[in-house]
């Protein structure tokens, strides 16, 4: 008897703190804001004009879904350089030395996304600024071109490969040392920053330039000035992620002669093996102005808005009984509160991937994050996606920071109502 009376107790306290995100809900679908509003300008727009569904993304900053909607300020800074013509050679000039001033770094340049300056920073490793050599590559006959690799391919090395490195694999910062030859031309990490001051130690001994790949490090800001006062020769963001700029825009910073190489191996030289990576002046200064903006933002004041949509959508899925939640906020990458919803799939015969197949395939879309990666080569091999959840059980994730707002409640509202439906059905076959 205490035992129902405490689910009910509980029962009661979800659906009494969820009961004024019920009522926004109403609100929302009287002036047309809600899920009925939503869906019905989900199906006229330039997108659904080529047959294209547009979707809300719970899923966060991926590239395959688009990635992350561009800042105010960086809408406004493509439209005004979209009105002039200018030597993009004098301004990436000038904005490496913009970007100098407020990160820290020598120079900095926009590159094509964060694997753009993966194959800049490896072409300008291995040619340095030497027009013959600029041209031979990706022949790398006679030159460095090795790349340690730290801790194992990556689904990006391509990046690397295509400027003319070789991947040398290195696991540890002490296999580093014995990794790093007399062909060794640049080190690539991905690591955390207790073990990448170790291998900024041993790349500083062996004098080999080291980069560093954070693409989804920002958030926080912070991570734009830190790798520079760590002695990183180079390091590289995404633009169209964390950073609201352009989607195929990133940041390339550092040594000044290593940008300065960076830039000779890269569009707008004709002959250059990475001249395919363009970025036009509209992305170059959009991506600057995402870097300004940052700089100015209230971080606490946007943590606060992300954590509340993805609390509120939690609040919600709650009033089903035998639904639980948690949010968290990733340390390494990707740093917004992230919402895991779970159920007893098993019992309620509601999978994690039917679950997020349904709220895809429903009105408006909605993706969230699993386990998946449908943008992965491999990934798309059957054994490798067994490997995959037999080593990470799935989970229904939603991400904060590619919501905007209003639309936790849509996401709330749907993803509460399968799982209401499949606990409702279980629980009738259970009974018959």
């Known amino acids: 008897m205490l035992s129902d009376f405490n689910v009910k107790r509980r029962t009661f306290v979800k659906w009494a703190v969820a009961l004024p995100l019920f009522a926004q809900m109403n609100i929302q679908e009287a002036f047309g804001s809600g899920w009925a509003g939503v869906a019905k300008r989900a199906t006229n727009n330039i997108y659904t ?35 002039h013509f200018v030597n993009i050679f004098e301004l990436q000039q000038a904005v490496g030395r913009r970007l100098a001033e407020l990160t820290g770094a020598e120079s900095g340049m926009i590159t094509s996304g964060a694997a753009g300056a993966m194959a800049s920073a490896t072409a300008a490793c291995i040619a340095g600024s030497d027009p013959e050599k600029i041209w031979q590559l990706p022949d790398t006959t006679g030159l460095k071109y090795e790349v340690v690799i730290m801790g194992g391919r990556s689904p990006f090395d391509s990046a690397i490969r295509l400027a003319g490195g070789k991947l040398v694999i290195a696991r540890s910062a002490e296999e580093l040392q014995n990794a790093v030859s007399g062909e060794t031309a640049m080190i690539y990490t991905t690591s955390p920053t207790d073990q990448l001051a170790k291998e900024i130690t041993v790349a500083k001994a062996a004098r080999v330039p080291i980069l560093m790949d954070d693409a989804a490090g920002i958030p926080p800001i912070d991570n734009i000035k830190l790798y520079a006062k760590m002695g990183c020769d180079l390091y590289t963001f995404s633009g169209g992620k964390g950073l609201c700029g352009p989607q195929c825009s990133g940041l390339l910073l550092g040594r000044k002669d290593l940008i300065e190489a960076a830039l000779y191996n890269t569009n707008p030289w ?47 899925v709650e009033t089903v009984p035998g639904v639980k939640t948690r949010i968290y906020t990733p340390a390494d990458s990707n740093s917004y509160p992230t919402l895991i919803v779970s159920w007893d799939e098993q019992g309620w015969g509601l999978s994690v991937a039917e679950c997020a197949q349904k709220l895809l395939d429903g009105t408006p879309s909605i993706v969230v994050l699993t386990g998946d990666n449908p943008s992965g080569v491999l990934d798309r091999l059957p054994q490798r996606q067994a490997k995959h959840h037999h080593r990470n059980p799935n989970q229904l994730q939603i991400v904060s920071m590619t919501l905007r707002p209003g639309e936790e409640i849509i996401v709330g509202r749907r993803l509460r109502q ?15």
């Open 49 to 83: 004009r080529l047959g294209v569904r547009p979707m809300i993304n719970a899923r966060g900053t991926w590239t395959y879904t688009s990635a992350s909607l561009e800042l105010p300020e960086v809408k406004v800074a493509q439209e005004e350089a979209a009105r």
């Open 270 to 316: 004709e002959g250059a093996v990475c001249r395919p990576m363009k970025v036009g002046k509209e992305e170059i200064v959009g991506c600057l102005a995402a870097v300004e903006a940052w700089l100015k933002m209230d971080l606490n004041s946007l943590n606060r808005e992300w954590m509340g949509r993805v609390d509120r959508v939690a609040k919600i």
């Open 418 to 432: 399968l799982l209401a439906a499949a606990r409702s059905s279980s629980r009738q076959a259970a009974q018959s």
